[in-house]
């Protein structure tokens, strides 16, 4: 069984640019959940996906980040204007149904602002 | 607001001997889930254990085994028998009774020696 896919992996870019992650959930996951990961910390959760519904995007920085879940299977995170304190590592995570609990991650993309 | 703790920021462990990472959680809540993930460097989260507070029964999953002390909102995470592979950041992260998002600890570097 595939796990879950980000790409790009590696993404540099200069300050005001902006930006794309895509995330592909294991197959039959409904749930997808975009972390960010600071460096030196643990994740915090931006936004989780029921379906194509965002139920929680309370963490999410609504002026410069958005994202989308067309079809309820693969997602997109986007920053427009990137700034110099969004250089980390952004996750995403797919689980089955909130009953088995377990969230399978991604290996995540290293976005570096320049 | 449910919070995480992991005093411990780095610890080192001679290959073949036993090591704890400690984890403190604060919460309200009475029925919650508990977890314990390994990220490797470079590579992307796995889960290595995952307690439910209702059970008093300590999870065990091989060389992993937890301390689960419900009253101090304690739950530790023994690694038996260090392997050069357990080499990684361990995070020990809460989940709430509805199952909806992780709470991480700012995770604990473990090295093990050869």
């Known amino acids: 069984e595939a796990g879950v896919v980000q790409s790009p992996r590696y993404k540099i870019i200069e300050k005001k640019q902006p930006v794309a992650f895509w995330c592909n959930p294991i197959s039959g996951h409904n749930t997808l959940y975009w972390y960010l990961q600071n460096l030196g910390q643990g994740p915090e959760l931006l936004i989780r996906?029921?379906?194509?519904?965002?139920?929680?995007d309370s963490q999410l920085p609504k002026d410069r980040f958005s994202a989308e879940r067309l079809k309820g299977v693969d997602s997109t995170l986007k920053i427009q204007p990137a700034e110099l304190g969004d250089s980390a590592v952004h996750l995403c995570?797919?689980?089955?149904?909130?009953?088995?609990?377990?969230?399978?991650f991604g290996p995540g993309t290293r976005l570096t602002v320049l | 607001a449910q919070t995480v703790t992991q005093s411990q920021p780095e610890m080192s462990v001679q290959e073949a001997e036993t090591v704890t990472l400690s984890c403190t959680y604060d919460?309200?809540?009475?029925?919650?889930?508990l977890f314990w993930y390994k990220q490797p460097p470079s590579r992307q989260m796995i889960l290595v254990i995952r307690q439910e507070a209702y059970k008093q029964q300590n999870a065990t999953e091989n060389r992993f085994s937890v301390n689960f002390q419900k009253a101090a909102k304690s739950f530790s995470l023994k690694i038996s028998d260090s392997q050069l592979g357990d080499t990684a950041m361990y995070f020990c992260?809460?989940?709430?009774?509805?199952?909806?998002?992780?709470?991480f600890g700012a995770g604990t570097i473990l090295r093990v020696k050869s």
């Open positions: 996906y029921e379906n194509e519904e965002a139920v929680d």
């Open positions: 992260a809460f989940m709430g009774p509805y199952g909806n998002k992780l709470v």
């Open positions: 995570a797919s689980s089955s149904n909130l009953a088995s609990n377990e969230q399978f």
């Open positions: 919460t309200s809540e009475s029925n919650y889930y």
